[in-house]
């Protein structure tokens, strides 16, 4: 009789037959479709890509970003506080819509962001990486036919709520375009010494949920013995994961600031690679 293993990370087996729990974290020095592929459709857990960007690149970015104080999320929905410059769509799932203030939000944010790269755009950077890694068609998810804010910059201190994110649920219908699957894409252009690891859990949302939630968070006794994926990433790099599944930020425990370029990407059921924020 075959072994059985345990959990989280070891492949399961009943009889002869196993059946492959498929959640590791992976460190790779260039994204490939493949790995996005295999991050859409849940046989891997997290990827973190080593210098995807260059410690200039992410010093220039930082240096900028003295000039542009952030804002942050409402402190009265998001707490601890998260500082950031841009909108998210979840951002008004309290609306129920993508409003005049998230178009007026998202013009203001595209506008300071687009400099901060010497005068250039880090989002380019970031999507032209991405867009030669998928090979295909690439675009700007569209909202009633405009094209929504994707590049967020964030900075988390004491980290995050263990929470999870998927548009469809948070505003379903909103993007023209259907994704069939979601990820969240970070580019660390800024780390501390220790601390501000991402946790990633192989478990999604199910109503029975709502009894463990903790303001904009739930409770992580929800994922006890649940597989998960961890990355601790370093300045410059990225980390790519299903945010659909429940995932937490640690606290910071060392100087320096844990800053990210963050958007959400989704595969249409036409094999177009979209992104928003
Ligand atoms: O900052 C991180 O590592 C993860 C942030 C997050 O919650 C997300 O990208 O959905
Ligand atoms: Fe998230």
Redesign the pocket.
């Known amino acids: 009789m075959a072994d059985v293993l345990t959990p989280p990370l070891l492949d399961m087996s009943t009889n002869a037959s196993p059946i492959f729990t498929l959640f590791e974290s992976e460190v790779v020095d260039e994204i490939t479709a493949d790995h996005l592929l295999r991050l859409a459709s849940g046989v891997l857990g997290a990827v973190r890509v080593r210098g995807f960007g260059t410690a200039e690149q992410c010093a220039r970015i930082m240096s900028a970003l003295d000039d542009h104080p952030m804002g942050g999320y409402d402190e009265a929905v998001v707490y601890p506080p998260v500082a950031k410059l841009g909108p998210a769509a979840y951002d008004f799932y309290g609306a129920h819509e993508l409003n005049a203030d998230y178009w007026q939000q998202a013009a203001e944010a595209a506008r300071i962001r687009s400099t901060l790269l010497g005068g250039a755009d880090p989002l380019d950077h970031a999507i032209s990486e991405l867009g030669k890694a998928w090979r295909g068609p690439m675009t700007a998810a569209t909202s009633g036919g405009r094209p929504l804010f994707a590049g967020m910059i964030?900075e988390?201190t004491t980290g995050?709520k263990m929470?999870f994110?998927e548009i469809e649920r948070e505003l379903p219908g909103a993007l023209d375009l259907r994704p069939v699957c979601q990820l969240?894409?970070?580019w660390?252009v800024s780390m501390p010494d220790g601390g501000?690891d991402?946790f990633v859990y192989r478990r999604r949302w199910t109503p029975s949920d709502e009894a463990h939630r903790d303001g904009y968070g739930w409770a992580e006794s929800m994922v006890d013995g649940v597989p998960f994926a961890t990355a601790r990433?370093e300045t410059g790099d990225v980390?790519i994961f299903d945010?659909r599944n429940y995932?937490v930020?640690r606290p910071n425990t060392g100087d320096g600031r844990?800053v990210?370029l963050?958007f959400?990407l989704g595969v249409t059921g036409r094999g177009e690679l979209v992104y928003w924020s």
Request: hydrophobic letters at 30%; glycine letters at 4%.
């Open positions: 964030r988390t995050m929470h994110d969240a894409f970070n660390y501000g991402t990433p980390i945010p995932h930020v844990r990210s963050s959400f």
